[in-house]
C-alpha cells in the first residue's frame, strides 16, 4: 500500500513540473513576440523630436488666401533613415493630411521655387513648403508632423504646432 502512495506522490510531481514547463513555454512565445514588436518600435525612438516644425513667422504662417507655409527642420538624422513625412492640418473640426515628397494631390510645393520637385530637408537643414488647399478656408488649429521611415512605417507625431500666426501680420 505504501508504494502505491509513493507513485502517486512521483506522478504529481511530475504533472506539476510538466505544468510549469508548459506555463513557461506559453509566457516566453507571447514575451519574445512583445520584445520583438517594441523592438521595432524603437526605430520610432530614434526619430523622435528630431522632424520639427520651425517657429519662424516669415516661414511657418497661413495667409488669407488660403495658402499654409510650413518650414520643417530635419536635426540629426542620417540620409535615408526616413524616406519622408506626413503633414496633418486640423482646422474647424475637420483634419487633412499632405505626405511629402509623394503628395498625390499636387496641393503641396516648395515654398521657393514652386517649380521645384518636393524633397524633405537632409540632415540638420530645413525645408519650407506651401500647402494651397482649398478646404484651409481659416487659420489651422493645428499642425502635426508625423516621419515615415524608411520601410514606409509611419511613426507618431513628432511635433505639434499650435499657434500659426497670419502671414499677411508679417509682411
Known amino acids: 500500500m505504501n508504494s502505491k502512495k509513493s507513485q502517486s506522490q512521483v506522478i504529481t510531481t511530475v504533472l506539476l513540473i510538466l505544468i510549469t514547463i508548459s506555463l513557461i513555454v506559453v509566457i516566453s512565445a507571447f514575451a519574445i513576440s512583445f520584445v520583438n514588436n517594441k523592438l521595432s518600435d524603437s526605430d520610432c525612438l530614434d526619430i523622435a523630436d528630431k522632424v520639427t516644425i520651425i517657429n519662424d513667422l516669415r516661414y511657418t504662417c497661413y495667409d488669407s488666401n488660403g495658402k499654409l507655409n510650413l518650414q520643417v527642420h530635419v536635426g540629426d538624422i542620417e540620409e535615408g533613415e526616413i524616406e519622408g513625412f506626413t ?46 488647399d482649398s478646404t484651409l478656408q481659416s487659420i489651422p488649429d493645428t499642425i502635426k508632423i508625423y516621419p515615415i521611415l524608411k520601410d514606409g512605417k509611419t511613426c507618431d507625431a513628432s511635433d505639434t504646432y499650435k499657434f500659426i500666426a497670419t502671414c499677411d501680420e508679417n509682411i
Do not use: A
Open 87 to 132: 503633414i496633418s492640418v486640423s482646422s474647424e473640426g475637420s483634419s487633412n493630411s499632405y505626405e511629402i515628397p509623394e503628395d498625390p494631390n499636387d496641393k503641396v510645393t516648395m515654398f521657393k521655387p514652386p517649380t521645384e520637385p518636393l524633397e524633405i530637408p537632409s540632415k540638420n537643414t530645413e525645408k519650407t513648403y506651401t500647402i494651397t
